[in-house]
């Protein structure tokens, strides 16, 4: 690399603290310009905490940060802190505005005199197209609070996209996109980089897509900076996992050392859509793949969410169809929803109730016992989730860690079927492949296991049979685990793997 490096922000020596919880210890982080940085650390490392700080939403307690403009002379924060554009974990958008309204705000409250709902809409629909036209072509007058959770995290997308920011920072930005549409996020990002000398920090816990976008990465562990500024290609997977603090044989697949389960005894539960008929028996792992419009529509008549014309769901000893999610979880079906932030997560309560939720509806019970805590300090530790106390608010966790909550709440709790939405979203390599073992291990106990993921390796690495959904909503058909691929699955959701 002869050339002189063009730094966009350098920031060094940076610590916080949280009361008595250190997060940063002295953290270094620099970004060029017109590259793709990832940044990685085990859930709970200070990804997020850093990008709050960098972009002004959290105080640090030391350190300096300096900006660069791409002449290289000194900005202020201030300045600096205007060409930042940032997709955080967590979606944060207007639900009560429009699309339009939403991608296009930035704009006019960095100067513009009034808002000019032509040329908003305008802006919205050009953001909107670099990643999908269609949904461009369509969207833009619809109200943030009625779309998916996937839609919307296209949305908050766009509007970085659209920022005319120098640096744009995005923190789990894939986790709720296909991988048609994380395909084409890449493919923008590709250019802009090329041709504006966009810089991008890229936050992620899919080693895949690290290594498709990223062509630097600075690996953060207690805080501290452990691996800074390496190219990407010069290190293995098995280095980043143990840089991150995690055990080696974390990569490793499960899959091909875990033997083909033998479906138990036991009443099955059926499946069906006009002219399609499956049978799971208990112990059984179903993985469902696809856009998001297919499975939703299954996955909420499975948990007695809405009733479909479409499915029906039959089990011997269940209604013909439940009459609400409570009804469902009392008669043994559990569910974890995609939608951690708002439908998840309970923010206002600690995080004892948030862990012991699903056991109180399914017991009826109301108050916390002493038993209770014990409980619930083991579901912690079965996940590894560290908290200063049960008694915190979720929001004192990270992200991958209030996703722990979630899974929690079901973990060993005897249930008929349990259905997961994108379970591991934004839980980190070590971790992720506990779960897949303690999920494997509610199914060994007879729980038939619905699981629907964007990431297709997942699928692939848990699960017996895969259901594949195709753009349209409608079931292209299942592969049984010998016949499953990328390729396959790829094939029949109409999606790049
Ligand atoms: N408001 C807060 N109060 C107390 N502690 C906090 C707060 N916000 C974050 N923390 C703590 O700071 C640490 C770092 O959290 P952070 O969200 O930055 O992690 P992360 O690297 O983004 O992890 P993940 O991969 O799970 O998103 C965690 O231990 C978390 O519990
Ligand atoms: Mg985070």
Known sequence: MGTARQIVVSVSGLTKAYGATSVLKGVDFSVDRGEVHALLGGNGAGKSTMIRIITGSAAKDAGDIVFHSPSGELRTEAEGRRKIAVVHQELALLPHLTVAENIALPYFANGAALFNRKRAAGQAYDALAMIDREFAATSLQRLIGDLSLHEGQMVEIARALASGAELILLD???????????????????????????SVVFVSHRMKEIRQIANVCTIIRDGRTVVDRAATASLTDADIIEKMGQTATAHVSERAAVPTRRALDGEPLIIKENGFRLELRPGTILGVAGAPAGPSTLIATLVGAARSRRWTVSHASWPDSFSSPRQAARLGSGFITGDRSHKGILHSLPIIDNVLASRRVVRGSKVTGVHEQTECLDLMQALKVKAASIWNLPNTLSGGTQQKLLLARWLGLPSRLLVLEEPTRGVDIGTKREIYHLIRQMAASGT????????????????DRVMAFDTEGRCAGVIENEDLSEDRLAELTGMAA
């Open 172 to 198: 789990e930005p894939t986790a709720n996109l296909t991988a048609q549409e994380t395909d084409r996020l890449f493919t923008v990002l590709r250019r802009l980089t090329r041709e504006s000398g966009l």
């Open 448 to 463: 038939v296991i619905v699981w629907w993921s964007t990431e297709n390796a997942e699928l692939l690495e848990v699960c």
